[in-house]
């Protein structure tokens, strides 16, 4: 076999994490030799789990990082969930520089696998709201597509992840195909209970999370199990309870014999052939030798992550596309946006000292967003999903006890009082501004340009958080809470790790980069399912659309190659 034959496939999949595997699990379903490429280094499910059972007491420093590591990564250090027991699944941003011309704190997971190792793995389907009301009340483009479009692939995805949940009916968050819900606890359901008493059109609901609760036979065929309750996720789940690449779709695209794993790959750029008038393959570099490879397939798709995969579209240049692939109208790199987290509340609730709860739920109660849903109605555009726990203290606090001796030592073992929590997850509006390009001048360790990030926040983001704190004291207050407290943590835009945008869906390419079926509208076998396709935010958590497109679009694309299309 000569070295064009060898290192040509059906398909390319750029990127192993929560698209890019979805990618790879249904291409290679569906026939085609498939090669995913992967920039980090390849980690195996449970084989590659170092901490997943590791006790407290055996870390070094407890869990915690010490202050010279800190030092030298002071933006993955930010990082939800970050460790000593999960650090190795997050990369050092010395090995991975970029340029912040405005402060974006860019979170990044290199590795097979990518960041579904790391992820929150809420999966809220979005409503029919989410994809009209950008373009009703003014402050977006329209989507190509509807929910009912996307609905049949979110069901898809739900029944092979496994989705907890329960079906509660609500407008601004559709029902799912689900498992059984984590139970809420007794401070969560009198929470729930009087909010929905005092604000009819407001629902606390059960989470829906990606966890196996009552795992069915296709989750077993995966060789997953049922989530233990440890809420250690971000280790890597050596049982499978909650979805990941490594744990799901990689292994079920392996078993069909059409799946090559890549890692140590980080590509350079998608080759654009002027002959044929499309993109021919991928060149890559290796990330330890630095030699260059090309690889060639039919269709190529693009879940390199958000900001990753504009900046490989940036860096594919060409006689046609001077300034990037299918970047005729200069909007790519665009409309960058991202999840709004800055405000919390914070309280706590007398009673229920006889009350406590099995293991530690790995996931929240959702506050559905009841914000501008069927008409414009307060002072800034969009909405916001809000999350909601509640628990009781590690242990008691008697300032009557001294410190020291049998009494302290007793208190330490009783819990102490019910403490909960709520935070927003708004939607920010997509603007031409907030922008990502490639430095001139800049390169990193294997000849590619920097990314340069320029984006912030805007008064839309202010007056929303500015809504949550009131609406949301206002409920716990009335809820019967005490000692509530708000929160306003000015954080940068990166850390919510919901980045979107910049290669944008839309129905006119004048204004947008990709088609309804995620097409590049001038580069037909290239697709771009990550949330770089994003038209808008909505507010609820993004990944689970990401994988909905991502199917529709690969059984689209599989379905158009074998028509001779592409």
């Known amino acids: 076999m000569d070295s064009a034959t060898k290192n040509t496939y059906d398909a390319?999949?750029?990127?192993?994490?929560?698209?890019?595997?979805?990618?790879?699990?249904?291409?290679?379903?569906?026939?085609?030799?498939?090669?995913?490429?992967?920039?980090?280094r390849h980690v195996e499910h449970i084989k590659d789990y170092p901490t997943a059972n590791t006790p407290p007491w055996?870390?070094?420093?407890?869990?915690?990082?010490?202050?010279?590591?800190?030092?030298?990564?002071?933006?993955?250090?930010?990082?939800?969930?970050?460790?000593?027991?999960?650090?190795?699944?997050?990369?050092?941003?010395?090995?991975?520089?970029?340029?912040?011309?405005?402060?974006?704190?860019?979170?990044?997971?290199?590795?097979?696998?990518?960041?579904?190792?790391?992820?929150?793995?809420?999966?809220?389907?979005?409503?029919?709201?989410?994809?009209?009301?950008?373009?009703?009340f003014g402050y977006g483009i329209a989507w190509p597509i509807g929910y009912d479009d996307v609905a049949p692939w979110y069901s898809h995805v739900e029944k092979f992840i496994g989705v907890c949940g329960n079906k509660d009916g609500i407008e601004a968050m559709p029902d799912g195909e689900?498992?059984?819900?984590?139970?809420?606890?007794?401070?969560?359901?009198?929470?729930?209970?009087?909010?929905?008493?005092?604000?009819?059109?407001?629902?606390?609901?059960?989470?829906?999370?990606?966890?196996?609760?009552?795992?069915?036979?296709?989750?077993?065929?995966?060789?997953?199990?049922?989530?233990?309750?440890?809420?250690?996720?971000?280790?890597?789940?050596?049982?499978?309870g909650y979805f990941s690449s490594n744990s799901s779709?990689?292994?079920?695209?392996?078993k069909t014999g059409n799946l090559t794993i890549r890692p140590f790959s980080v590509v350079h750029s998608i080759i654009y052939d002027e002959k044929l008038g499309k993109a021919s393959g991928v060149r890559v570099i290796d990330t330890n030798t630095k030699e260059v490879f090309e690889y060639k397939a039919r269709i190529i798709f693009l879940n390199a992550s958000a900001l990753n995969s504009n900046l490989i579209l940036l860096n594919s240049t060409s006689?046609?596309?001077?300034?990037?692939?299918?970047?005729?109208?200069?909007?790519?790199?665009?409309?960058?946006?991202?999840?709004?987290?800055?405000?919390?509340?914070?309280?706590?609730?007398?009673?229920?000292?006889?009350?406590?709860?099995?293991?530690?739920n790995p996931t929240e109660l959702i506050l559905a967003n009841y914000k501008n849903l069927h008409k414009q109605e307060t002072d800034y555009f969009g909405g916001y999903t809000t999350f909601m726990g509640a628990y009781r203290d590690q242990h008691q606090t008697d300032n009557s006890i001294p410190q020291i001796g049998d009494a302290y030592k007793d208190s330490l073992t009783k819990p102490g009082g019910w403490k909960l929590y709520m935070y927003m997850q708004g939607e920010t509006v997509p603007r031409i501004t907030n922008h990502v390009r490639l430095s001139e001048d800049q390169k990193d360790q294997w000849g590619i340009p920097l990314l340069i990030t320029s984006v912030e926040y805007d008064d839309n983001d202010e007056r929303m958080i500015q809504d949550f704190l009131k609406e949301s004291k206002e409920m716990l207050e009335k809820a019967g809470c005490k000692n509530i407290e708000t929160y306003e943590n000015k954080q940068a835009p990166g850390l919510d790790i919901h980045e979107m945008g910049g290669c944008r869906m839309g129905k006119d390419p004048k204004t947008s980069l990709l088609n309804g079926q995620n097409q590049l509208h001038l580069c037909k076998n290239?697709?771009?399912?990550?949330?770089?396709?994003?038209?808008s935010t909505g507010n609820q958590s993004p990944s689970i659309l990401y994988m909905a497109l991502t199917a529709r679009a690969a059984n689209f694309a599989a379905a158009e190659m074998k028509k001779g299309n592409l």
Request: hydrophobic residues 35%.
């Open 12 to 40: 390319i999949v750029i990127g192993s994490g929560i698209s890019g595997g979805w990618a790879a699990k249904e291409l290679c379903e569906l026939g085609l030799k498939t090669l995913v490429l992967e920039r980090g």
């Open 58 to 136: 055996d870390f070094k420093h407890r869990g915690r990082m010490p202050l010279s590591v800190l030092k030298e990564n002071p933006y993955i250090s930010k990082a939800a969930g970050y460790g000593e027991d999960n650090a190795h699944f997050f990369i050092k941003d010395k090995d991975h520089p970029y340029i912040q011309e405005k402060p974006f704190e860019w979170i990044r997971g290199y590795q097979v696998g990518g960041k579904s190792l790391t992820w929150g793995r809420a999966c809220q389907r979005w409503s029919k709201h989410e994809f009209t009301n950008p373009e009703k």
């Open 178 to 240: 689900f498992l059984p819900p984590f139970e809420m606890n007794c401070v969560q359901e009198v929470i729930s209970k009087k909010i929905n008493e005092n604000y009819p059109d407001r629902h606390l609901v059960h989470a829906r999370w990606a966890h196996l609760t009552k795992p069915n036979k296709i989750h077993f065929e995966q060789g997953r199990v049922k989530c233990q309750a440890r809420n250690m996720c971000m280790r890597g789940c050596p049982f499978g």
């Open 249 to 254: 779709t990689l292994p079920w695209a392996k």
């Open 319 to 360: 006689t046609r596309f001077p300034n990037g692939l299918g970047n005729d109208n200069g909007l790519l790199g665009k409309y960058v946006a991202f999840q709004n987290y800055r405000a919390s509340v914070g309280a706590e609730m007398d009673g229920f000292l006889d009350k406590y709860y099995f293991g530690r």
């Open 526 to 535: 290239v697709f771009v399912t990550d949330g770089a396709c994003m038209t």
